[in-house]
């Protein structure tokens, strides 16, 4: 959310403004004392979190109470929604920590290399930079010896294997 500006006119932001309840000015007014143009959340265990903007200031609120504050001023005009981020949440328990495992889809095996690679345009084999160096840049489906980049073989980037 930042405050640059909302395509609603100045007569509709003060009458959203006089609905403002004890605790939504009270935030307002931490938003102006320091002089905050834009907020951006944090990421934490649950998602984003607007939390940091009123720690230590002695507003004690739930973050669902600060979501929807932030959301009033935002449909009042006073700050405009933008995109920030996108982020995975669980749809069970809410967090965002994830474990992400690679695995084979044909046998499940989980053992999966990353690294370089290259190929060797003559048959088309595709490995690792290691498999070929081990050998002495032979390549280790057809025997041929691999000579110059370009021609007879190609880096093709990092691969998982």
């Known amino acids: 959310m930042s405050l640059k500006g909302s395509d609603q006119s100045e007569w509709d932001v003060r009458r959203e403004l006089s609905l403002l309840s004890p605790t939504e000015w009270n935030l307002l007014k931490i938003i102006h ?86 190929e060797h345009l003559t048959c088309g084999y595709v490995d690792f930079i290691k498999s070929f160096a081990e050998k002495d840049y032979i390549c280790p489906k057809c025997g041929k010896r691999l000579r110059a980049i370009g021609v007879d073989y190609r880096k093709v980037g990092r691969v998982y294997r």
């Open 33 to 118: 004392d320091e002089k905050i143009l834009e907020i951006k959340p944090r990421i934490t265990n649950y998602g984003f979190s607007y939390r940091h903007i009123i720690e230590g200031r002695g507003l004690d609120i739930s973050d669902e109470e600060l979501n929807s504050i932030l959301k009033k001023y935002s449909q009042a005009g006073i700050f405009k929604e933008k995109y920030y981020d996108s982020i995975i949440i669980c749809p069970e328990c809410n967090s965002a920590l994830f474990n992400i495992r690679y695995h084979c889809e044909a046998c499940g095996s989980t053992n999966i290399s990353y690294g370089e690679a290259f």
